[in-house]
């Protein structure tokens, strides 16, 4: 394997899906809201990325099976809503630039022939003490307007690292709109409410209103 590789697992009948990533980082606060939104929505996984790119270690799982790292890539549904749900074992090397291009480059080129138009990203954003802020910066002013009324606060004058800002950073050149949301976190551990804080907040700002007794029971698990 010399390049990035897609592996269907099924083939989904997707209409205008919003494009959620939530992969591994800083606090790992994208990949827990990823999983909020995967439970919430029943998702199931239709197919996985593999890249000579991604860390050389295997995964193994409570039966001793092994299998290297790999991105997976989940279609899950509200009432009125599609989704395209991005999580994963780990990010290629921060430094190396041009892997980060193409990986990104080849995930947007396939979720934009699902019929993806509206990308969401997803991470932690580093902070001394723990609070349940969530920054917000997206595609155009009104987008990051309308996230702000619904509880985000602007997060201007920085930079994003990693697939969270560069999938946003893309998108918008090749035409597509979207949100990114960043979770106050220290780091220290998965942090795991402020993973939930980004998850409502994703919920409104598609408006989409959750039971509260969902809400309840996946704080509680998570």
Do not use: W
Request: proline residues 6%; aromatic residues 8%; hydrophobic residues 40%.
């Amino acid at each position: 394997m010399d390049k990035p590789q897609f592996r269907f697992l099924s083939q989904p009948k997707l209409e205008n899906p919003v494009f959620v990533e939530g992969l591994p980082g800083f606090g790992d606060v994208g990949k827990g809201a990823a999983q909020l939104l995967i439970e919430s929505t029943q998702a199931k996984p239709f197919a996985e990325l593999y890249s000579p790119s991604f860390p050389d270690y295997v995964v193994v799982n409570q039966d001793g099976i092994c299998r290297p790292p790999r991105y997976q890539f989940y279609a899950g549904q509200t009432e009125d809503r599609h989704f395209i749900v991005l999580i994963g074992d780990a990010q290629p090397s921060l430094e190396d630039v041009v892997v980060h291009y193409n990986i990104c480059g080849e995930i947007l080129d396939f979720v934009e022939k699902l019929g993806c138009k509206f990308v969401v990203t997803m991470g932690g954003a580093p902070t001394p003490r723990a609070v349940e802020e969530v920054y917000v910066a997206a595609s155009s002013q009104k987008l990051a307007v309308d996230a702000m009324e619904k509880g985000g606060i602007l997060y201007g004058k920085g930079r994003i690292v990693g697939a969270t800002g560069l999938l946003l950073g893309l998108a918008k050149k090749r035409g597509l709109t979207g949100l990114c949301l960043l979770g106050a976190t220290t780091g220290q551990k998965t942090d795991r409410r402020a993973a939930l804080a980004v998850f409502r907040l994703l919920m409104k700002s598609l408006g989409i209103t959750l039971n509260p007794e969902t809400l309840k029971k996946l704080g509680r698990k998570h």
